[in-house]
């Protein structure tokens, strides 16, 4: 009898394609911690990382606000990963998608996840973008600026397509195909940003630590359109800069898989391989091209000098950088768009993963067309965070206060209703309130995001406990 369940469990897992879409993960395709320290360092040390290191200096911070800033701030988003998103994921082994269905409901999530997939499309498709600076310097393409927002050569258009059917093909492999390739060119990415940084470190004429200090010194205004960014702006953006992949919870879909929740440590990987040598080693190339001659031509016109990550590599590595580019924009593409292909799966469950996510990154590919996502990073990711963040409060908080409250888990489950209207209220309120705040007062988005996701678990509970008991 057992052998036979086997033989039928085995059977839908074969249907399924292997990623249990609406089903908890099964203990035998459980992994190890190793396959996410792959995962997480190829995908942090990746494409973002060419442009946020330069974006920093665009934004006029200074050493210790950067250096100290980004050592507390990473280690304040392997924590939360770590004791948040993980212990949820290995306890219910569901993608964020249908756990969120459980609570909301049907028709609600296929909004959220509508949001959720395009958000995933577009920063996907800046990661497009990246590579694309690459792949185009053969072609002696003409690289984008800062305040480009369209294509701006047919050339362009070609490259950016060709990256983009490419990298959709591997990422609607699934989850083997996109970890395997992690694991397979982070070590070449990680290898290319140590070396570079070096590199830049010579040509800027560093040899001693006053002289490294000195490169950012006590900062200094931002460019043109830029926000200057400060200690806190540096702490709280990179604590929320993966704000809706750990306290939003998408990452629910990646560590379903773990064995443990103390895998959620691989993580660390990411944030001080990535979003610390790399975005330290990315400012460095940037710093080396603000005093070339063609910089301070931008410069005296007054002018924002382009952040093209490809030129900026090659510059200091040669073809060890094109190669780098090209594969960091890939690392950080294939899981986003696999992610955003599990998101328009909750919308159209009966298309397969192979399927959504094609879709997932054709549309990923026309927003890579379009360099304002990639030249406008900084805040277009504290404004995804800022407006996914809050969902994952929703499943954080009736996980671990649930029964202290006395409310029902799963309530839109258990109660067949489509449409969880505390759900919906909690989400509408604490965004409505902190976004008008931003607005109206200029505050930084990421300064709110905290506050918002704590407003609207707290506002999930009292709602829930209310109308629960009503029904």
């Given at each position: ?304 000098p382009p952040v093209a990550p490809g030129p900026l590599a090659y510059n200091a590595i040669g073809v060890l950088g094109i190669v780098a580019v090209v594969l960091a924009g890939w690392t ?73 409250m006395g409310i029902t888990k799963n309530y839109a489950e258990v109660a067949g209703i489509k449409f969880n209207m505390s759900v919906f209220l909690a989400w509408l309120i604490s965004f ?40």
């Open positions: 009898m057992d052998e036979k369940v086997e033989v039928i469990k085995q059977g839908l897992e074969d249907n399924n394609g292997g990623e249990f879409e609406r089903e908890p993960v099964p203990s035998s395709k459980l992994k190890g911690w190793k396959s996410f320290v792959g995962m997480y360092a190829g995908e942090h040390a990746a494409g973002t990382e060419f442009m946020i290191g330069p974006l920093f200096l665009t934004a006029g911070v200074s050493a210790f606000d950067l250096i100290v800033g980004l050592l507390l701030g990473n280690l304040l988003a392997v924590l939360s990963w770590r004791y948040l998103t993980s212990e949820v994921a290995v306890k219910n082994r569901l993608t964020l998608y249908y756990q969120l269905e459980k609570i909301a409901g049907r028709k609600l999530v296929i909004g959220y996840n509508l949001a959720n997939g395009i958000l995933f499309c577009f920063l996907a498709g800046s990661m497009i973008t990246v590579s694309a600076t690459a792949v185009g310097i053969p072609f002696n393409l003409e690289m984008p600026k800062l305040t480009d927002t369209m294509p701006n050569s047919g050339m362009w258009v070609a490259i950016v397509l060709v990256i983009g059917i490419v990298i959709s093909l591997i990422a609607s492999k699934g989850y083997e195909t996109v970890s395997k390739a992690a694991n397979w060119m982070s070590p070449i990415i990680v290898l290319a940003f140590f070396v570079s940084g070096i590199v830049a470190l010579n040509q800027l004429g560093v040899d001693s630590v006053d002289k490294f200090w000195a490169i950012w010194g006590d900062g200094g205004e931002p460019f043109k359109g830029q926000t200057k960014f400060t200690f806190w702006h540096v702490v709280i953006w990179s604590w929320f800069a993966n704000g809706a992949m750990h306290i939003g919870m998408s990452d629910l879909s990646v560590f379903r898989f773990a064995k443990s929740a103390k895998s959620g440590w691989a993580t660390a990987a990411g944030m001080y391989v990535g979003h610390y040598m790399a975005w330290i080693a990315a400012a460095l190339l940037y710093a080396v091209y603000l005093k070339s001659p063609e910089a301070m031509g931008y410069l005296n016109n007054g002018e924002a950080t593409a294939n899981p986003t768009i696999y992610r955003a292909g599990l998101a328009f799966q909750g919308i159209m469950p009966k298309l397969s993963t192979f399927w959504v996510t094609i879709i997932a990154g054709t549309v990923a590919t026309i927003a890579g067309l379009f360099p304002a996502f990639a030249m406008k990073l900084l805040g277009f990711v504290a404004l995804y965070g800022f407006i996914l963040s809050p969902f994952g409060a929703i499943i954080v908080f009736e996980h671990f206060f649930a029964k202290k409505g309130l902190f976004y008008f705040i931003s607005v109206q007062f200029d505050v930084f988005l990421s300064f709110v995001t905290l506050p918002a996701w704590l407003l609207c678990g707290v506002l999930y509970l009292v709602f829930s406990k209310y109308t629960q008991k009503s029904n």
